[in-house]
């Protein structure tokens, strides 16, 4: 399965970014699918993601200023950023899993500096 993911950039802090990942297979309910970020130096990290029954979850720093949400027919998963922090600033991947097959994107880089 290939996930393209889109939308990282340089953004000041307070600003806001939405991120995509195209996927070419099936992202609906029933697969696990979401985001994940790694930061310099520290581990990967999950943001937000699409449990396989359709439930959201969200790290707790991320809760009220980032919204996951996906698009089934068009496989898009994307990833609504606003309210960014430097501390946000990390490499975004987006993550599909279903099974024991996991899947990550290639990754979109985010900057959050003013």
């Known amino acids: 399965v290939q996930l393209q993911a889109s939308g990282g950039g340089l953004v000041q802090p307070g600003g806001s970014l939405r991120l995509s990942c195209v996927a070419s297979?099936?992202?609906?309910?029933?697969?696990?699918v979401g985001w994940y970020r790694q930061a310099p130096g520290k581990e990967r990290e999950l943001v937000a993601i699409?449990?396989?029954?359709?439930?959201?979850n969200y790290a707790d720093s991320v809760k009220g200023r980032f919204t996951i949400s996906r698009d089934i027919r068009a496989r898009t998963l994307y990833l609504q950023m606003n309210r960014l922090e430097p501390a946000d600033t990390a490499v975004y991947y987006c993550?599909?899993?279903?099974?024991?097959?996991?899947?990550w994107g290639q990754g979109t880089l985010v900057t959050v500096s003013s």
């Open positions: 993550y599909r899993r279903i099974g024991s097959v996991a899947d």
């Open positions: 297979r099936s992202i609906s309910t029933g697969h696990t």
């Open positions: 699409f449990a396989r029954d359709g439930n959201v």
